[in-house]
């Protein structure tokens, strides 16, 4: 299949059939499919190891999925006693919506974690968080243009809606680097609450929302002169035995609010985009959601849910979860398309 193919078109993802939500097994080596309409799975997808990261191209064919050949570790685990990385798992994978298919895999620089589409579908901007890298793919060659050094444990990659300047999250370092698309060259480092994990913008680029893990907050950002106007604090009822952990990060389609999955927190949080404040907590939505999307309505919030191996459907206005659907596989990362 020519690489030319899949390429993606102007315009906004639709789902054949109906809203699809697709998640990742980080465990599973497969995506799962949920039918949004009946909140049931309809299917897996075979891709490779380690999926995480996922896109979906603007025409809706294509489905980008990050796959990474280096062992799972996180808290509690040994890493001196893990496998060795298979490098050659490393890649992008390309999954064709009409067949529920992987077409290919793409080269992807080491390990990667999460990564963006350029507006015409043309490049992916991925991190690769073992080598502190952003490599940028050209998915009609299929091939890595450029690695940029960004900073220790990248993770979080998004374009401003403009396309004319990337964010990375840098874990270690406590920053996210602002990265020139034309150029490549890093613009500025941006100082956030500790262990900053995800980016979402208002859909004029006015304003770039950044998770800090560690410092139960968004950090309220300018998206034109990369300077911190504030921080948002994420607080949990009284009494939780874990406080919030910022994690994903998603702004409703409408762009009136940001949906903020709060790992261990098992919450997630509501920010007014407007006012830049703390409007709702979602309590008790799962295990250590992650991944997360909000319907085109703004009605249902859907959350990946790694350690129960579930994904919850939360309906936003009653903070009650609806359903919590079984998809196995540490589910990570998810993406739903209207």
């Not at 949920?34 to 049931?40: F, K, L, N, S, V």
């Not at 979906?56 to 999925?65: E, H, M, N, P, Q």
Request: hydrophobic letters at 40%; one cysteine or more; charged letters at 25%.
């Amino acid at each position: 299949i020519a690489a030319i193919g899949l390429l993606a078109a102007d315009g906004p993802a639709r789902a054949a059939g109906g809203p699809r939500v697709y998640v990742s097994q980080e465990d599973g080596g497969a995506v799962v499919v949920i039918d949004a309409t009946r909140d049931a799975v309809v299917a897996h997808i075979p891709v490779g190891k380690r999926p995480r990261g996922l896109k979906v191209s603007r025409d809706g064919k294509f489905l980008y999925v990050a796959l990474s050949g280096s062992p799972r570790g996180g808290p509690g685990v040994d890493e001196s006693k893990l496998p060795p990385a298979d490098r050659d798992a490393d890649g992008i994978g390309v999954v064709d919506l009409a067949t529920n298919k992987l077409l290919r895999t793409f080269p992807s620089g080491q390990d990667p974690e999460t990564f963006d589409l350029s507006a015409d579908g043309k490049l992916a901007y991925i991190s690769n968080e073992e080598t502190a890298e952003m490599s940028v793919l050209d998915l009609a060659a299929g091939k890595v243009l450029q690695r940029v050094k960004v900073g220790k444990e990248p993770e979080g990659v998004t374009l401003r809606p403009d396309g004319k300047v990337v964010y990375v999250t840098c874990e270690e370092e406590n920053q996210v680097a602002v990265v020139d698309t034309s150029t490549l060259k890093v613009l500025a480092h941006i100082e956030t609450g500790p262990r900053p994990r995800a980016i979402g913008f208002s859909p004029d680029g006015a304003v770039a929302f950044i998770s800090s893990e560690l410092g139960a907050e968004v950090n309220v950002v300018d998206g034109q002169t990369h300077k911190v106007l504030g921080a948002i604090k994420i607080e949990s009822k009284a009494g939780k035995p874990i406080p919030p952990r910022p994690m994903g990060v998603v702004v409703s389609r409408d762009g009136s609010r940001v949906f903020v999955s709060n790992g261990r927190g098992e919450s997630v949080a509501v920010i007014d985009l407007a006012s830049r404040k703390l409007v709702k907590m979602l309590e008790g939505v799962g295990v250590r959601p992650w991944g997360l999307d909000v319907s085109a309505d703004g009605k249902k919030v859907y959350t990946a849910n790694g350690p129960s191996n579930d994904v919850s459907v939360v309906d936003v206005r009653t903070g009650k979860v609806g359903k919590r659907i079984k998809v196995g596989g540490q589910p990570w990362g998810l993406v739903l398309v209207p």
